[in-house]
């Protein structure tokens, strides 16, 4: 079966990664690192994607790539101690985000609002299986603003949770979103 961009895009959990680019990995690696490695295969992507900007390129040529990207990030993580994963965590944590908001909206829309809880739906699975669990607080104008909850509310990784599951999610199906906030 020949895979598309497309199908990768939809993609969400680790593991339909690993499957995806018909990846070997032990579970217990992915479990404790799961999204370690999606923060690391994510930066590697944008690194990439802003190396061959406009360069021509078929999907499976891209796709190739971004198994060679992904395996590099797992095997990192797999190799790696616990101090290098505080390091991690040390560079590449970003500021909490803030935002000031339009003033006198009450929201999108239910059309919006139905569709972020329709992908929130979709991801929950994921989240709770680590323990935690996500909220949706108000949606304005083209802002989401999501609450983290149980294990999410403070892991280190909420961030890369928030960026690479959850934002990347609500824009595929609703590209008019702008921002997605954690409250």
């Known amino acids: 079966m020949e895979r598309t961009i497309e199908q990768f895009r ?8 690993f499957a995806f680019f018909d990846l070997p990995y032990d579970p217990q ?3 404790v690192n799961r999204l370690h490695i999606l923060k690391k295969f994510s930066l590697s992507l944008e690194t990439f994607e802003q190396e061959h900007a ?19 990030a797992y095997g ?7 101090v290098e994963q505080k390091l991690f965590q040390v560079f590449h944590r970003q500021a909490a985000s803030a935002a000031l908001l339009p003033q006198g909206g009450t929201g999108r829309g239910a059309a ?34 999501l609450k983290l909850q149980g294990a999410c509310a403070g892991c280190p990784s909420s961030k890369a949770t928030l960026a690479n599951v ?18």
Do not use: C, H, W
Request: cysteine-free; proline content about 3%.
């Open 29 to 31: 690696v992915v479990r």
């Open 112 to 145: 919006l609002r139905e569709k972020v809880e329709r992908v929130l739906a979709e991801v929950r699975p994921l989240l709770q299986s680590d323990g935690g669990d996500v909220e949706l607080v108000d949606v304005i104008e083209t802002t989401v603003m």
């Open 54 to 72: 406009g360069e021509p390129m078929e999907d499976a040529e891209r796709l190739a790539e971004y198994r060679k990207v992904l395996e590099q």
């Open 10 to 17: 939809r993609l969400v959990d680790t593991e339909d990664f």
């Open 166 to 183: 959850l934002e990347r999610r609500l824009k595929e199906t609703a590209p008019e979103i702008e921002n997605v906030l954690a409250v």
């Open 76 to 82: 990192d993580l797999a190799r790696s101690s616990g």
